[in-house]
């Protein structure tokens, strides 16, 4: 039984450009969720999608977008990067609502911005 | 703003001894989990413990949970060097964002 994975592992862009980010979920969850975490901190929530569609969503710019797809693999977008998106990007995914409590994580992609 | 707090935020301790670690949340919770990160990696969930319920155990592992003071404490007994890691508890209700403290970075000296 795969967890959750997430590609690429490591990806460098320069300031400006645009960045897709990849995650499949534990088999028999169907609920995405990103976070950002910055070096030295815990994870930021960024949104959060559920039957294709962003239920939730923190406090992030729209240049912080994503998509769910029918098989509920996620991507993650960010347009106009700038320095301080520079973190490691963290998927997870869980089970339906009313079902088990627990978020796993996949093992992140790790974003240099220069 | 990051809701929960670690405290102490680095912790060094001897092989063999045990380690404890605090976490305190400001809002209503219907669980409380503790993760453990190494060396910047991904998440490995530890344990989960319910708002109705005091203590739990898992292995070497042992957590509280006061709601009347909100805060939860992890201990992990006779430590080993594989256990050096940065420990986060994030407070959840359902299927909601989990909120994050800023983490305790634990070392574990051989």
């Known amino acids: 039984d795969a967890g959750v994975t997430q590609s690429p592992t490591h990806l460098i862009k320069t300031r400006g450009q645009q960045v897709t980010l990849r995650c499949s979920p534990k088999s028999g969850h169907d609920t995405v969720s990103w976070y950002q975490q910055a070096l030295g901190q815990g994870p930021q929530f960024i949104f959060q999608?559920?039957?294709?569609?962003?239920?939730q969503r923190g406090n992030f710019p729209d240049r912080f977008s994503g998509h769910q797809f029918p098989n509920y693999s996620s991507e993650l977008n960010v347009n106009a990067l700038l320095l301080g998106d520079s973190a490691l990007y963290l998927c997870a995914s869980s089970s339906p609502p009313g079902l088990e409590e627990t978020q796993y994580f996949g093992p992140g992609t790790r974003l240099l911005v220069l | 703003s990051q809701q929960g707090e670690e405290d102490p935020q680095a912790l060094s301790i001897q092989e063999g001894e045990n380690a404890t670690m605090n976490c305190s949340y400001k809002?209503?919770?219907?669980?409380l989990q503790w993760y453990r990160q190494n060396s910047g990696r991904g998440l490995v969930h530890l344990i989960l413990i319910r708002s109705n319920e005091r203590e739990k155990h898992s292995g070497r592992l042992r957590v509280t949970l006061d709601t009347s003071k909100k805060s939860s404490s992890l201990l992990i007994t006779a430590s080993r060097a594989a256990d050096t890691a940065s420990y986060f508890c994030?407070?959840?209700?359902?299927?909601?964002?989990?909120?994050f403290g800023k983490g305790t970075r634990l070392s574990v000296i051989a």
């Open positions: 809002t209503s919770i219907n669980n």
């Open positions: 999608y559920y039957e294709e569609e962003e239920r």
């Open positions: 994030a407070s959840g209700r359902g299927n909601t964002p989990l909120v």
